[in-house]
């Protein structure tokens, strides 16, 4: 069955549905900080992104119909540094209450051409790349609503433990019951903060934990949520591979993906 986010024509191989783009074009026009153009050249434009996001190619590759290549890649670039991706990402997510969040995260490898960022700026470590059991990687944080909708992502290297990122995945969330997560996020700090924010904390007592701590098992089954997440935001080829030397332009293409993710549920 065709996915109800895009369709198929025969110029173009991805393009963004009309109940997609009718939802997209008003919020993007009230954006200030970005220059929209005429309707039907920015809607080419984020279709030639999804089809780079879903397929994994070069740019080089992009099929003509969409436009010169190296066009779009640099207003790729210009939208990813303003956040506008981010910004539709959370226009998509923003209504509805949440029972339940889950926080997760995986590992994600690097290519080879995603090195070389700049010392003078930091580096690889500033540009979340780094070195773990997997190589040259990558790890993207995730947190996600118990009804498989995308909330937030950070990105940090490969070799970083998860739960530096659990406070500011669940900072500014909706209020929810519950904050699912595995043994990675057994931390007495990290309890405190979820029970502050007035919800239950549905974790996994690492094995190690000497005081054992009692934990909802009927609750943290939907901890599944998650992980068929991640499995389907892997589906799409580019944030599957990082190809991308900066950790804004990559992000980019994980807020793509997760809103055509949640696209399908409109």
Not at 17 to 23: G, L, P
Not at 42 to 59: D, N, P
Not at 167 to 188: K, N, R
Request: glycine letters at 6%; hydrophobic letters at 40%.
């Amino acid at each position: 069955m065709q996915p109800t986010n895009i369709t198929e024509t025969q110029d173009f191989p991805v393009m963004i549905s009309d109940a997609v783009w009718n939802s997209i074009l008003p919020f993007l026009k009230a954006l200030p900080t970005i220059y929209v153009g005429t309707p039907e050249d920015c809607r080419r434009f984020l279709s030639a992104v999804a089809w780079i996001t879903k397929e994994g190619a070069t740019w080089r590759a992009l099929p003509k119909a969409y436009g010169y290549w190296n066009t779009i890649y640099r207003r790729f670039g210009r939208w990813s540094d303003a956040g506008v991706f981010e910004k539709l990402h959370e226009h998509f997510h923003a209504a509805g209450e949440v029972s339940a969040l889950l926080v997760d995260a995986t590992v994600v490898r690097a290519h080879s051409c995603a090195a070389g960022a700049p010392k003078k700026n930091g580096g690889q470590e500033t540009e979340a790349l780094g070195r773990s059991r997997g190589g040259f990687t990558t790890k993207l944080h995730a947190a996600v609503s118990g009804d498989f909708l995308p909330l937030r992502f950070t990105l940090t290297a490969g070799q970083r433990h998860d739960i530096t990122q659990a406070p500011a995945l669940i900072a500014g969330t909706p209020a929810c019951e519950y904050v699912i997560a595995d043994a990675a996020y057994d931390s007495d700090a990290f309890r405190a903060e979820i029970i502050a924010e007035g919800a239950e904390a549905v974790i996994r007592p690492r094995k190690s934990r000497v005081e054992d701590r009692p934990y909802d098992q009927e609750v943290y089954k939907l901890r599944n949520v998650i992980e068929r997440f991640f499995h389907r935001l892997k589906q799409y080829r580019r944030v599957a591979t990082r190809y991308d030397k900066y950790a804004v332009r990559y992000l980019g293409f994980v807020y793509v993906a997760a809103i055509l993710i949640t696209a399908k549920k409109m």
